[in-house]
């Protein structure tokens, strides 16, 4: 189903006064969110404060773990990306002008990932909610939350110039780092833990074939590279970049430049250009809100934590944050048990740290940090070139690494 026919089905589904879970924000983590509820028989009205197509334009995330593909299929909206996404077995790390392949799958009993866009994992679900006619507001201004300390919350927004007000039982706060429901919440309840990072990353995305089989982390005297893709005839390219840089500062010919400059010979050699389709700069940072809950109120997703995306664990986490809480809510709907609910925040932030370890890990492994932060100068550069020479020689070492990057198991 073609996106044009998204925003018609969403404003001809009429938006009921009271429903069981409001959800603010359709990234993925709102979607999935109510795909699950909706297939439980859980009302759920989704409020989003962008139109379908800007969310769909926003390029970020790549790789899916199994726990992603698990949740995908059990909502329902498998299909394409089994179809369409590529299973990767391993990925390469370059340094000190050659690679190294950690085979995964070896180390792990056989688990892979997915490269898959996450724009792809959203027009998907975007497509289920429409075809099943879910209440959903596209476009939702000034979403703002009531009472969700107690059990009768309520959601209110402005839609077209009408002002609308929704009563609910619960609010899922999946509204990313910048949304309204965290920022709803007293700052003597909740405390916010930040490590902001001393570089960025430029990345670019065109039709031009991958460097390589598989992705290629590069640790680089220039700086931080990566080769992704998102599909054999789309990649997704990145380098570290300055704070200070601004897009137009980079030209397409610069960027194919530096990042050539940053790869191995053979990588160098393999490397196909063309223009840009897309070309933004991310800021990073590691970021984690405690606890999670809130009375009526869940966060998830990037509502509750940032990770840096060396990692590849950002979408990761927030589809792990929807299997705790739509498990939930299920539980709570069909048994009016709380016992989920209660120990959501636990159970989800004992996940999110981990997954912040890694992402802060693999960031401090493979960036260069100016003079004066973090692994600096010569000495810092040469720790990480010692540290990622025994790594890709040990296989406890590498074993580590695969463990993390194909996603850790569940605590249930
Ligand atoms: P999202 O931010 O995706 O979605 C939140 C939604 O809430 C948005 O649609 C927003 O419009 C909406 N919203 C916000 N405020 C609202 C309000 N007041 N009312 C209603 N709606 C509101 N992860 C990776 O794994 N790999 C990557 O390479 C990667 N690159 C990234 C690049 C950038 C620039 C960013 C910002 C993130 C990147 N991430 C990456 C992380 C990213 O993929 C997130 O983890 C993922 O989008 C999380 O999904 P959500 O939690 O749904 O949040
Ligand atoms: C991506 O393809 O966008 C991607 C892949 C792996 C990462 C980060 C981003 O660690």
């Known amino acids: 189903m073609l996106l044009s026919t998204l925003t018609p089905i969403a404003m001809t589904t009429p938006i009921p006064t009271r429903t069981q879970v409001v959800i603010v924000g359709a990234g993925p983590a709102g979607l999935l969110l109510g795909q699950l509820l909706a297939r439980a ?13 800007y969310v769909l334009g926003r390029i970020r995330a790549g790789v899916l773990e199994q726990v992603c593909i698990d949740l995908l299929d059990e909502a ?19 340094f000190g002008g050659a690679r190294h392949r950690i085979d995964m799958s070896a180390l792990t009993g056989g688990k892979t990932v997915m490269v898959y866009g996450q724009t792809e994992v959203t027009r998907d679900l975007m497509d289920a909610r429409s075809a099943a006619a879910q209440p959903t507001v596209y476009e939702a201004a000034d979403v703002a939350i009531h009472d969700f300390d107690s059990d009768r919350p309520r959601v209110s927004y402005t839609k077209d110039g009408v002002r609308h007000e929704i009563a609910c039982d619960f609010i899922a706060g999946c ?18 833990h930040e490590r902001v990072y001393p570089f960025g990353w ?10 390589a089989d598989e992705l290629i982390y590069s640790n680089h005297e220039r700086g931080f590279a990566l080769c992704s893709m998102r599909s054999k005839t789309r990649v997704r390219h990145y380098v570290q970049c300055s704070l200070d840089d601004k897009v137009e500062d980079w030209s397409d010919a610069r960027f194919w430049d530096e990042l050539r400059s940053r790869l191995d010979p053979a990588a160098a050699a393999a490397l196909q250009t063309g223009p840009s389709i897309e070309k933004s700069i991310a800021p990073l940072r590691s970021f984690v809100a405690e606890p999670m809950r809130f009375g009526s109120l869940f966060l998830a997703g990037d509502a509750a934590h940032i990770v840096p995306p060396t990692g590849a664990k950002g979408l990761n986490l927030a589809a792990a944050d929807v299997r705790y809480l739509s498990r939930a809510f299920i539980e709570f709907y069909a048994d009016r048990s709380r016992a989920g609910i209660d120990d959501y925040s636990r159970k989800a932030l004992r996940r999110v740290w981990k997954a912040e370890r890694f992402s802060w890990y693999m960031t401090s492994l493979l960036h260069k940090f100016p003079s004066g932060a973090g692994d600096s100068g010569a000495v810092g550069h040469r720790m990480q070139t010692a540290e990622l020479d025994w790594l890709v020689h040990s296989t406890a070492g590498m074993t580590a690494l695969a463990e993390n990057y194909v996603g850790l198991p569940f605590e249930d």
Request: hydrophobic content about 40%; some cysteine; charged content about 25%.
């Open 41 to 53: 028989g859980i009302d759920n009205v989704l409020l989003e404060q962008r139109s379908g197509e």
């Open 76 to 94: 329902g909206v498998g299909e394409r990306m089994h179809r369409e996404g590529l299973v990767h077995h391993g990925i390469e790390l370059a």
């Open 175 to 192: 509204d990313g780092f910048h949304g309204v429901c965290r920022a709803s919440v007293p700052a003597e309840r909740i405390q916010q």
């Open 202 to 211: 430029l990345g670019i995305l065109a039709d031009v074939p991958p460097v």
